[in-house]
């Protein structure tokens, strides 16, 4: 067992080639010689290689460095974020079953949620993003009943941090409660959810792991038993992700730690900035001593980051923020998040577009929040084009 930075960089490695290659070859061949399950070639966890939309190489290569990063048995990956959530989510839920969700998300997932409840028939129940209001909806719940609580650590846009740790300690007490994390705003740096009894941990792999803007990706790591069951529904849902992204994943992932540490640098100089600005309203970072979860995010991150995402509502209207958003010149506008090129957005726009306005405005969420995701660039750079766009409104 080597440690997550030796894994980062050689764990995709299973197959070795013939000639030596330091990096994984990239298979883009979606047929493999077969003639039946016994005259196959098999990848390192059994599956035979036959058919892309199944086992491919190249996609395994990637699987074994999730697994790796977040200390779980397996790991498979998906062509997008949001097929790893509903592959994962079409598995675990059933009819009857209960799904505990905090009111902020990503809002397509909740989307997804509402729209799978309707259809297989659980009750989704959603709380505000606290561990006391997570463990309130469990305590009132009949243990018979199998529940899945689904949550962000960190949640999406207003960077509530919810203390895992409490959560953790009433769910290990319950045998029918199932507890999936989505970890792709903390990434494996600031926590493996694994050591909080999470059953199975999700990436947008899109965002930090990829880490460049050019991929769209997803993951779910998690017991072997749970993967060999969803390595079918990836079969059959035909979710997977392809070679080349999942070759370029893994090239992301090597520099992991170099890139999120310095973008956090640079997240933590901007939240100062901001945080002193009088066109500023409010700052959201869970970095700011000031901020009501900076307690939290120090005793459950596994190192003393907070985060490359700053949140922020700038003083005036929507008219304001927009013409604040067309003055910027090295920040672009643009919802993702995670890569080297800073990007902003308008909350109510974008990551939280399908959170009804009564409860984004219970959240906290104003028309004009902001969220930047914030780059590698200089970070001197990046105030000075904040500094130019605010004195323009
Ligand atoms: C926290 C989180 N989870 C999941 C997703 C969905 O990922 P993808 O866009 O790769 O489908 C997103 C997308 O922004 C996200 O922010």
């Known amino acids: 067992m080597v440690r997550d930075d030796t894994s980062a960089v050689h764990g995709w490695k299973w197959n070795e080639e013939q000639f030596g290659s330091v990096v994984t070859p990239v298979y883009l061949s979606t047929a493999y010689r077969y003639l039946d399950e016994e005259h196959a070639m098999v990848s390192d966890r059994g599956k035979v290689i036959k058919y892309a939309r199944e086992e491919t190489p190249t996609v395994r290569a990637l699987e074994r460095v999730i697994a790796s990063l977040e200390g779980y048995d397996d790991a498979l990956v998906f062509s997008s974020g949001m097929a790893s959530i509903s592959t994962l989510m079409l598995r675990v839920l059933e009819p009857g ?27 989704v129940i959603k709380v505000w993003p606290s561990a006391d209001a997570i463990i309130d909806a469990l305590e009132g719940d009949d243990r018979a009943v199998k529940t899945v609580i689904f949550l962000e650590v960190m949640c999406n846009p207003t960077l509530k941090v919810i203390d895992l740790n409490r959560i953790s300690r009433v769910v290990q007490d319950r045998e029918n409660t199932t507890l999936v994390v989505d970890n792709t705003f903390t990434t494996p740096i600031l926590l493996h959810p694994k050591d909080y009894g999470a059953s199975a941990t999700i990436h947008s792999l899109t965002k930090y792991l990829a880490g460049h803007n050019d991929v769209i990706g997803g993951a779910v790591a998690a017991s072997s038993a749970v993967i060999q069951d969803l390595w079918d529904w990836r079969r059959m849902l035909g979710t997977v992700m392809q070679p080349l992204e999942a070759y370029l994943t893994i090239r992301g992932i090597k ?8 973008q956090c640098e640079n997240a933590r100089a901007i939240a ?11 700052v959201m970072y869970p970095g700011l001593p000031s901020s009501p979860y900076h307690s939290i995010a120090n005793k459950i991150f596994r190192a003393k980051l907070y985060g490359a995402v700053v949140s922020f509502v700038p003083r005036g209207g929507r ?33 939280a577009k399908y959170i009804p306005p009564d409860v984004r405005e219970e959240l906290g ?29």
């Open 365 to 393: 969420i104003e028309d004009t929040l902001l969220r930047l995701s914030v780059g590698l660039e200089d970070v001197n750079d990046l105030v000075e084009d904040l500094d130019k766009a605010f004195a323009k409104i």
């Open 272 to 282: 100062e900035y901001l945080l002193d600005h009088p066109k500023v309203k409010d």
């Open 255 to 262: 520099t992991l730690r170099v890139r999120f540490v310095k």
């Open 97 to 123: 079953c209960k799904l505990i969700v905090p009111l902020e998300m990503y809002s397509t997932t909740l989307q997804l949620l509402e729209s799978l409840s309707k259809k297989i028939g659980f009750d």
């Open 319 to 351: 008219d304001s923020i927009i013409r604040f958003l067309k003055e910027l010149k090295v920040i672009a506008p643009s919802p993702s998040l995670g890569g080297p090129e800073s990007l902003i957005s308008i909350a109510s726009a974008s990551a």
